[in-house]
Every structure is written in structure tokens, then in C-alpha cells.
């Protein structure tokens, strides 16, 4: 069965320190995976995909399959970052998407 | 043009009652997604449409969940004989589906049901 697990529920870092959102995954197959972000107010976006391996607002993704992870990574991390962010598993076109239970981020300043 | 649109944007309504919940999806999007966002849980998938195949209703949580998409566009989400624990925020997402990977998908501004 498809599984995404994000273990920390709420992230609290100080502006300017790395910051990492876990994600784990079960599934069986190659999946596709992601991570969307919601900031306050505004709409749930796409924040970037494993696929397209680029860095969107400073923010990096690598797939680990042996781990079975998608761990989000930024460098020095930003009071605009807080937000709430969820991981997303897709088992490819056609598939549905199961996301993870979400982490609160709050970069303080 | 215009994003994803759900209405209403927020509904109160009585235990026992329907509620119908509509998407209007970002026109040409071929799949459309329904979600659940609970206070304090993530977001949990009802159903799925993809162009004319049958939908993907695994999520639906009971038989009181129906939804529908007509002509391919707007889809309708009913709740039948609302029950408490269906309060929510009732996400609707479309994505245009086109290659051979799983597209973008774009994210209305969400219905928050709240059932007294």
C-alpha cells in the first residue's frame, strides 16, 4: 500500500540556520514523488518534484530509494519558509496521490 | 485565465443534511482530484477522475460520499446525511495529465464544511 509518513509534526528553526523536512514513503513500485507547500492564506502549490531534480526558492529534494526517502533541504532558511509542508506520493499518470500528514514550519527570526 | 474555483466557500449546515460541494477545474484539465483536509490531519484523497475513465473512488470514506464530473469539467461532490466528524476543508485540485508522467496539480481555494 501506497504511504507517505512525515514524522514531525511542527519544525521550529531560527532565520538564517538549515533547515531538513523529513519524508518517508512505502510503495512498491517507482514512485513519483513531491512536496507542496501551503503558506498562510494562500492556496496548497506545488513546491518542486523529484523529477525535475531543480532547487525552487532555495529548497532541494533528493530521492532516495534505498531509504525510501524525500527529505526537503534548504541551506539558510528564510522567515518567509514558514509554512506548512506536505510530501506526496504518486504511483504515476493515472494514479492517485497520497500525501503525507504535513509539517508546520516556523522560521523565527 | 482563472485558477481552480470551489463554491460555496464555506457551508453550515445541520446534521442529516446533503450538502453539495462543486470544482470548477482550470479549463482542459483532464484529471481532477477531491481531498479532505481535517484540523490537525493531513490532506486525505477522496476521488480521482481521468478524462473519460471510471473514477478512482478507493478514498471515499462511507456510501454517503458521491461525486460526480460532468462533461468532463465541473465536478460535484455530495455528502449525504452530514454527520460531525464530516467537518472539513474539502480540497479540489485538476492537473492536465498530458505525457507520461504525473503533472502539476492546481489547488482550489477549498470549501470549509462545518457540520453542527
Known amino acids: 500500500a501506497q504511504r507517505v509518513t512525515q514524522p514531525e509534526k511542527l519544525l521550529s528553526v531560527f532565520k538564517g540556520a538549515p533547515v531538513e523536512l523529513k519524508c518517508n514513503y512505502s510503495?512498491?513500485?517507482?514512485?513519483?514523488l513531491f512536496w507542496y507547500v501551503q503558506y498562510s492564506r494562500q492556496r496548497l502549490q506545488l513546491l518542486l518534484r523529484?523529477?525535475s531534480r531543480e532547487s525552487i526558492k532555495g529548497f532541494t529534494a533528493d530521492l532516495n530509494k534505498g531509504e525510501t526517502s524525500f527529505h526537503l533541504k534548504k541551506p539558510f532558511a528564510q522567515e518567509e519558509d514558514s509554512a506548512m509542508y506536505y510530501c506526496?506520493?504518486?504511483?504515476?499518470?493515472?494514479?492517485?496521490?497520497?500525501f503525507g500528514p504535513g509539517t508546520r514550519l516556523s522560521v523565527l527570526p | 485565465g482563472a485558477g481552480v474555483s470551489q463554491s460555496p466557500s464555506n457551508k453550515v449546515t445541520e446534521k442529516g443534511k446533503d450538502v453539495e460541494l462543486r470544482c470548477d477545474p482550470i479549463s482542459g484539465h483532464t484529471a481532477l482530484y477531491w481531498y479532505r483536509q481535517s484540523l490537525g490531519q493531513g490532506l486525505e484523497f477522496l476521488i480521482y477522475?481521468?478524462?473519460?475513465?471510471?473514477?478512482?473512488k478507493s478514498g471515499l470514506p462511507s456510501d454517503r460520499f458521491s461525486a460526480e464530473r460532468t462533461g468532463g469539467s465541473v465536478s460535484t461532490l455530495t455528502i449525504q446525511r452530514t454527520q460531525q466528524e464530516d467537518s472539513a476543508v474539502y480540497l479540489c485540485a485538476s492537473s492536465l495529465d498530458r505525457g507520461a508522467v504525473t503533472d502539476t496539480q492546481y489547488f482550489g481555494p477549498g470549501t470549509r464544511l462545518t457540520v453542527l
Open positions: 477522475f481521468q478524462g473519460n475513465s471510471a473514477p478512482d
Open positions: 506526496a506520493l504518486s504511483g504515476g499518470k493515472g494514479q492517485n496521490f497520497v
Open positions: 523529484h523529477i
Open positions: 510503495y512498491s513500485g517507482s514512485p513519483e
